[in-house]
């Protein structure tokens, strides 16, 4: 499929996990990807495998923010679509209890405050165009509560969730969607190493996973791929699960 032919994609934290997956499913759609990572040998890495652009940004820091939109802007000639998807859960985000308020800021900052800059600096591109789609990553945790918690990091998804929707209902009739990913848990390294570290604590979390497995990034990208394109021509301000029935679920098959 080439539903992204020559369309301008930014893509934050593309060195990496669903944000890489994305910048190849975006590149083979036919999309030109500026790929932003603030770890520059990740970032560059990708951004060669996918003939795009590398931008060093920090998400955070707003003068990296612009740079990044005007790069894309000035290379490639507009901005199409932005995938807001930078994150972090580092391991001090834990309960309440625990969580001390530095280890709070850094990921409300990282996960939550980038989403805003990001949004507030894509959009003027996308308003003079007349059309474009905002994708920020959130997570299944913003519409469902769990027992291993990591506090900040779920406010910080539901605040990317409800930020969407209302930037989602502003912009409607300007033509640009803002939609809220809420992927479920990703086979990543992370996870991997959960597994192999704390089996129990792993299994603990996919008995709640109908498909009974967690996803494949190349899986989220898909989704993603497809809120970018026009087939989501009337998708705007949604909380899209990609989730393999995680909140729709009561009790799991064996
Ligand atoms: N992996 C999961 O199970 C899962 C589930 C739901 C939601 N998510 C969300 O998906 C997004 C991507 O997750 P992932 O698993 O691919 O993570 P990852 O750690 O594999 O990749 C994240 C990338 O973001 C970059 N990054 C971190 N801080 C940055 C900053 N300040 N500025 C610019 N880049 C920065 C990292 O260098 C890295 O390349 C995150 O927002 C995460 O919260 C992940």
């Excluded at 060093?56 to 507009?78: I, L």
């Excluded at 848990?185 to 709640?208: C, G, W």
């Excluded at 990034?217 to 705007?236: M, Y």
Aim: glycine letters at 10%; aromatic letters at 6%.
């Amino acid at each position: 499929m080439r539903r992204l032919q020559d369309r301008v994609a930014v893509i934050t934290g593309a060195g990496s996990g669903i944000g890489l997956a994305t910048a190849r499913r975006f590149a083979d759609e036919g999309a030109k990807v500026v790929c932003a990572d603030i770890d520059e040998d990740a970032g560059a890495k990708a951004a060669n495998d996918v003939g795009g652009l590398f931008v060093k940004a920090d998400v955070t820091v707003e003068d990296d923010v612009v740079r990044m939109f005007a790069t894309a802007h000035e290379s490639y000639g507009s901005v199409d679509i932005a995938f807001n998807n930078a994150g972090i859960s580092p391991p001090d985000d834990d309960s309440i209890l625990e969580t001390g308020l530095d280890a709070w800021r850094r990921v409300q900052e990282v996960n939550l405050t980038s989403v805003y800059l990001c949004c507030k600096h894509a959009i003027p591109y996308m308003r003079r165009q007349g059309k474009g789609s905002i994708i920020n990553t959130a997570s299944f945790v913003a519409v469902m509560g769990s027992a291993t918690s990591q506090i900040s990091y779920t406010a910080s998804k539901g605040g990317v969730l409800a930020m969407s929707r209302e930037l989602g209902v502003q912009f409607a009739r300007e033509g640009i969607r803002v939609n809220a990913l809420c992927p479920g848990p990703v086979n990543t390294p992370l996870l991997q190493e959960l597994f192999a570290k704390d089996p129990e604590r792993a299994q603990r979390r996919l008995v709640h996973v109908p498909v009974g497995r967690f996803a494949e990034a190349s899986e989220i990208a898909a989704a993603v791929a497809f809120l970018a394109s026009d087939d989501a021509s009337f998708i705007t301000a949604s909380e899209f699960l990609v989730d393999g029935g995680i909140s729709g679920a009561y009790v799991t098959p064996r």
